[in-house]
């Protein structure tokens, strides 16, 4: 028989062009992933960038209101959502309306974010952390300092009602005929010991208000305020 013809090996080895080829295509995917965590990674540099955004060349070092209504818009949150004060509390901030260069360094650095897209991915975190109650209580007592006109030493009333609103207008099952007591009284602001203790009478005054107490250590104004529910719920039941 013939000899069958020897069959030539089949060379199975990359050529150059595809080893050179599979090269590039690594290099990019590293690159790109070094770019990418780069992007990723908190920059000072780029998140003082940003606060350039909305800051004047009149003043560089301070965000006013109109930069604050600018970055609201970015974040997608409206200037009264709580998570702008949650936020407000994380920077230290002393006024509302206001952020200084400093006070928006620490709470970005400590929150990690340099872009909109960043703190937008943030805001339910800064919003659950009211759902600690040791966490609220402090932000409560922030939210007086830094609402209040810093030349007054108590809150003049508006401001008040709408910082309890916010605060307390989805906890406070008394809320509603709170605001309605302060409409019609005389009170034209509202001072710190006053403010405090309404978060305390909030959380321990049933909504029946048979646990309060006329001799505790409660403010002439929330004494005011008990009186009052009570004779408007004896109307309530005549009627």
């Known amino acids: 028989m013939p000899r069958g013809k020897r069959r030539h ?3 199975m080895r990359p050529s150059e062009e595809d080893q050179q080829s599979t090269k590039r295509q690594r290099n990019s995917y590293q690159s790109s992933r070094r770019y990418s965590k780069s992007e990723d990674a ?4 780029r998140c003082l960038a940003w606060f350039r955004e ?18 609201c818009e970015d974040i997608g949150v409206e200037p009264e959502n709580v998570a702008m004060l949650v936020l407000a509390y994380k920077m230290g901030a002393k006024q509302m309306g206001f952020f200084t260069q400093s006070e928006w360094l620490k709470g970005l650095t400590d929150l990690q974010c ?3 897209s960043k703190v937008q991915c943030k805001l339910e975190y800064l919003r659950s952390m009211l759902n600690d109650p040791n966490s609220f209580k402090i ?5 007086y300092d830094f609402a209040r006109d810093k030349d007054q030493r108590s809150m003049d009333i508006e ?8 605060l307390l207008g989805k906890h406070w099952p008394l809320y509603a005929q709170f605001a309605q007591f302060l409409e019609q009284s005389k009170y034209k602001v509202i001072n710190k010991d006053q403010w405090c203790n309404i978060l305390e009478f ?23 305020f008990v009186e009052w529910l009570r004779q408007l719920r004896i109307q309530a039941t005549i009627s």
Do not use: C, H
């Not at 909030?202 to 005011?224: C, F, H, K, Q």
């Open 159 to 166: 401001t008040a009602k709408a910082m309890l609103q916010l």
């Open 139 to 143: 932000i409560y007592r922030y939210a």
């Open 54 to 71: 909305y800051t004047t060349p009149d003043d560089t070092d301070t965000l006013g209101p109109e930069g604050m209504e600018k970055f």
């Open 9 to 11: 090996a089949i060379d």
């Open 202 to 224: 909030s959380r321990t005054i049933s909504n029946d208000l048979t646990n309060y107490d006329v001799d505790g250590a409660w403010p002439v104004m929330l004494d005011e």
């Open 42 to 45: 908190f920059s000072q540099k």
């Open 114 to 116: 340099d872009t909109a």
